[in-house]
């Protein structure tokens, strides 16, 4: 059986990586990666964390790349190489515009679809933006829904999917912490080997959304300021997004305060070796509300709505909006709160076990017997 992956992106790497390692384990089955390079550095560090080398690299990234360039781009690319391999399935993963490209390229070759991570819906198409349309054409295109739980299951039957065509597999992104997350780890940033995660209360901030950028973003910082102002035990790590709008925002608010510290991004290891250390995580990610509880950190999630409810319905999340006031006084509970934090960090992660990149290849091979 000849199964191609197709992603373009850090967090579409991270999560497809665990299948492309079970596929090459499994006898009967030939592997063919794909990758559009999407974004090019920060998914070149996700390859070499999990020793992958695809066979394909379209390398379509372009400084102010636009989502109509990125589209074409990749359906052409992609179109050539399926055309040429001729796979029995192609694998894409959540949803990035190369998942949405490589759905539509597959569908107009004839190739089955697999999609890894269906079933995520905010209900409302333009945030997040484009992420929310990405899945949802995706999905009208696809054969097999990997669903990474019930909640993701019931979505998809009630746009009026088939039951017999969605999956519930968990979700790869805790497959790809086992491989990554160690006790003895060292970072490459020697900030991060001298904070005192025992005895300090480290936050972790992330927030990059491009619905987020100006004064959601504002009240985000500003409010996260003034929790470092009344917390002396408490310090701030911000790995800021390479978007010029949000360092911009970030240097306004945060900068010049000795428990504050603005790093470069990090990658895929370290950042996931940094999550398993501190004591709370702020972010607009998506991945991070996922990848959290599997360490007992809760999670603030800053954005209007989120399309993974199952961590808030879980209590491992807690989705916060954009307010300041909102903003504040969620962190401020769990941080004066001992009882609160100790709810939302005993809680159990809904997203799995660590075992969906087997159950998927597993269902791919039963299904094409």
Known sequence: MKIMTVFGTRPEGIKMAPVVKELEKRQGVESIVCITAQHREMLDQVLKVFHIEPDYDLNIFKPGQTLSEITTRALMGLEEVIVKEKPDVLLVQGDTTTVFAGALAAFYQRVKIGHVEA??????????????????????????????????????????????????????????????????????????????????????????????????????????????????????????????????????????????????????????????????IVTDSGGLQEEGPTFGVPVLVVREETERPEGIEAGTAKLLGTSYERVFEGIDLLLSNEEEYKNMANAVNPYGDGKAAERIVDILLDENK
Do not use: C, W
């Open 119 to 280: 079933g995520l819906r905010s209900g409302n198409l333009y945030s997040p933006y484009p992420e929310e349309a990405n899945r949802k054409l995706a999905g009208v295109l696809t054969n097999y829904h990997f669903a990474p739980t019930i909640r993701n299951k019931e979505n998809l039957l009630k746009e009026g999917y088939l039951e017999e065509n969605i999956y519930i597999t968990g979700n790869t992104v805790i497959d790809a912490l086992k491989y990554v997350v160690k006790d003895d780890y060292i970072f490459n940033v020697d900030l991060l080997n001298q904070l005192d995660y025992e005895n300090k209360r480290v936050i972790l901030l992330t927030s990059h959304r491009r619905e987020n950028i100006g004064k959601p973003m504002e009240n985000i910082f500003s409010a996260i300021k003034d929790i470092i102002l009344k917390y002396e035990d408490v310090e701030l790590v911000f790995p800021m997004h390479l978007n010029p709008k949000v360092r911009e925002i970030a240097y306004g608010i945060l900068s010049n305060h000795d428990r504050i510290h603005l790093i470069e991004p990090l990658d895929y290891e370290p950042m996931a070796n940094l999550m398993s250390k501190v004591h709370l």
